[in-house]
């Protein structure tokens, strides 16, 4: 009698130890998770896998898996979001059908939580290869409205890869390749992280007929050039994003629909340039961040 007790709470213990062990290691995964954080839902830092469904996020891992190339391949994975192109070669974003191919300015672009849509039209014209971005953070939908200006369908916002010092080149198709260097320093306080790239694509330029009956060639040059930089001390963090998109007159820039004269002018290039400071301070128990954009 004495050996069945000792057997059944040996084992009633074990079964104990078990479930201890599972929970200990489901709780291990589960910090481990939470980890990786989002800052666009409620502008709070929140688990990735754990964000409300409004929330789509693309990690740099999956898309080099599935061969993506560039920022606007990316957005296209996802469902209701177009990429169009326009007459001139501008190129918007659509979520939920809403927009057109003139510009809607409906959308908030973000580098690393710092605005980056054009004060004129409220649209973005540069791309980016995936070399450089750790991850993409979307919202669509209501919940974006928190972003004030623009951000009336959706929010993008675009993470820069801060990991260890590389090169790297990417030949897409014929005359496209980006390439440029991320560079990374640490010493106590102070950490620095830059990212310079170049892409350039001469693109097909096609023969095409304008509506008077003249023969020429299609512009359809895309170019990008940025300096990503983000400095930290301490509680100092200063933020630098310059982008610098350059793209040919593709077809029907004139109101007349004719093929524009070969000047010497035919390109068209777009800067946008943001510098945000910000410093963290504790008031109490709660912290505080002063920014100046």
Request: proline share 2%; hydrophobic share 40%; charged share 25%.
């Amino acid at each position: 009698m004495f050996k069945k007790s000792f057997l059944a709470l040996a084992l009633n213990f074990c079964t104990v130890y078990a479930q201890d062990i599972e929970m200990q290691d489901n709780f291990d995964d589960f910090m481990q998770v939470m980890e990786e954080t989002t800052e666009l839902a409620n502008k709070n830092k929140i688990g990735a896998d754990h964000a409300p469904g409004i929330i789509n996020i693309l990690k740099y891992d999956d898309l080099k898996r599935m061969g993506v190339n560039n920022l606007y391949e990316a957005l296209e994975l996802l469902p209701n979001v177009e990429v169009v192109v326009n007459q001139s070669g501008t190129r918007n974003i659509i979520f939920r059908g809403i927009g057109g191919v003139d510009g809607s300015g409906k959308i908030k672009v973000m580098i690393d939580s710092i605005e980056q849509n054009s004060a004129a039209s409220g649209i973005v014209h540069f791309n980016l290869p995936i070399d450089i971005i750790q991850r993409i953070e979307i919202i669509r939908g209501p919940a974006s409205a928190m972003y004030g200006e623009y951000a009336f369908t959706g929010v993008i916002n675009i993470i820069t890869k801060d990991d260890a010092n590389h090169l790297y080149a990417r030949y897409i198709s014929d005359n496209v390749s980006s390439s440029g260097t991320i560079v990374n320093y640490k010493d106590n306080d102070f950490s620095i992280n830059t990212i310079f790239n170049y892409s350039y694509g001469d693109g097909y330029e096609p023969i095409a007929i304008d509506s008077r009956g003249v023969t020429g060639k299609v512009e359809t040059l895309r170019g990008d050039k940025s300096l990503l930089s983000k400095i930290k001390y301490k509680n100092l963090k200063l933020n630098i994003a310059l982008n610098e998109a350059e793209k040919g007159e593709m077809w029907g820039i004139s109101s007349s629909g004719a093929l524009p004269d070969n000047d010497g002018n035919e390109n068209f290039i777009y800067d946008y340039r943001t510098v945000e400071l910000s410093y963290k301070f504790n008031i109490s128990d709660k912290s505080y961040i002063l920014m100046l954009r």
